[in-house]
């Protein structure tokens, strides 16, 4: 099965841009996320894909229209946390307090979420036990390559009992002697729709299930600097902004994905998860 997740954050929350925390509000972000998880949402429903969205708190307080529209077209719904705070700059009380706030977010709207994904794949070691102690079964934070960010390459891509009795789901990474091959985000963007449909039916075939991720922003052209408010100055090299904006917007990379692979959501592929889990 392939299992297909949204991460619903702004292009505000991004890292490279370095918006201050307070400056990551709804009004810099101009419906942008709205705009784009709506375009995601129509283009589910015309390929009768499922999926799980993994939703900042913030963006669930912006948009709770989006939250609602999640639930009519019966997409899970998890948590991303309350902003896009690595856990590497948490301590265990704060990343406590943001996962107990985006869950009373949600369940006021009706949301029970069971799954979650760490902003930027991080990690720390009171991860499980906070996800744990407030319900959380399933995590998807392990993305099993090694960037400037994170190093995940101790992993595999197959689903695993970690700490706690949570089912771990790790992003979807193809290996081919010593090199990993990533699908889905930055990756979907750089080697495409078509090299991405491989990567993840091997990834299926060789482990039972794969992970596709993306993010709203990369769907619909992020403003460029010259948009933001004139006192809040993004500088980046050349090289930089090239990563940052490259492939964007990637809609036909997508739209060709959602043609190719009958998508499922995590929850969608539980009893499939578990019977993996079991042998």
């Known amino acids: 099965m392939i299992l297909l997740s949204v991460d619903v954050e702004s292009w505000v929350h991004r890292p490279v841009f370095n918006v201050p925390l307070s400056r990551q509000t709804k009004a810099l972000d101009g419906e942008h996320v709205l705009r784009a998880t709506r375009i995601i949402l129509e283009l589910f429903k015309k390929y009768r894909a499922k999926a799980t969205f993994f939703v ?103 689903p695993f009992i970690i700490d706690r009795g949570i089912v771990e789901v790790p992003c979807s990474v193809l290996k081919i002697s010593k090199l990993r091959v990533p699908a889905g985000g930055f990756y979907l963007r750089l080697l495409g729709g078509r090299i991405n449909h491989i990567l993840l039916k091997k990834i299926e075939k060789k482990n039972g299930t794969a992970v596709l991720y993306f993010h709203p922003w990369e769907i619909l052209d992020i ?49 499939h998860i578990d019977a993996t889990l079991r042998r």
């Open 223 to 271: 403003p460029d600097k010259e948009f933001v408010e004139t006192d809040l100055k993004i500088k980046m090299s050349f090289l930089k902004k090239t990563f940052t904006y490259y492939g964007i917007p990637m809609l036909g990379d997508l739209e060709y994905l959602l043609g190719k692979i009958d998508f499922t959501s995590f929850e969608g592929a539980r009893g």
């Open 56 to 158: 900042l708190g913030t963006v669930a307080e912006w948009y709770p229209e989006l939250i609602e529209a999640m639930k009519k077209d019966g997409h899970e719904i998890g948590i991303h946390g309350y902003t896009h705070t690595r856990l590497s700059d948490h301590t265990r009380e704060s990343f406590d307090d943001e996962i107990k706030k985006t869950i009373l977010i949600l369940n006021r709207m009706g949301v029970g979420p069971r799954v979650y994904r760490a902003p930027a794949f991080s990690s720390a070691d009171f991860l499980y036990e906070v996800l744990s102690n407030n319900g959380i079964a399933c995590d998807s934070s392990v993305f099993p390559i090694k960037t400037p960010l994170y190093d995940g390459t101790a992993y595999d891509c197959r």
